[in-house]
Nanobody, 116 residues
Framework: QVELVESGGGLVQPGGSLRLSCAAS????????MGWYRQVPGKDRELVAV???????TYGDSVKGRVTISRDNAKDTVYLQVNSLKPEDTAVYYC??????????WGQGTQVTISS
């Protein structure tokens, strides 16, 4: 059973930074794509950033210039650094992974709240 375990969410003041991490476990097949999406109530889940095992990056328009995604391929772990946080960054952030057989997996989600 593949599991994506997220950590690092919480309450952050506007203008601050946060770092999320997500580790995949239980898979005999490594992950090609790993990254993050986010969702607020009443809206579709939107891309934050994803990264392939070869290093290709895709960022969501709403966070470009403020996020850095990185990976440890050997550990199937992905990290997300978000800077200059805004109240509109408040959302549940979900870890995403897709293995080399194109099976997709989602984490349980971690709440990020930007508020003073």
């Amino acid at each position: 059973q593949v599991e994506l375990v997220e950590s690092g969410g919480g309450l952050v003041q506007p203008g601050g930074s946060l770092r999320l991490s997500c580790a995949a476990s239980g898979s005999s097949i490594s992950m090609n794509v790993m990254g993050w999406y986010r969702q607020v109530p009443g809206k579709d889940r939107e891309l934050v950033a994803v990264m392939t095992s070869s290093g290709s990056l895709t960022y969501g328009d709403s966070v470009k210039g403020r996020v850095t995604i990185s990976r440890d391929n050997a550990k199937d772990t992905v990290y997300l650094q978000v800077n200059s946080l805004k109240p509109e960054d408040t959302a549940v952030y979900y870890c995403y992974a897709r293995n080399w057989l194109h099976r997709e997996f989602w984490g349980q989600g971690t709440q990020v709240t930007i508020s003073s």
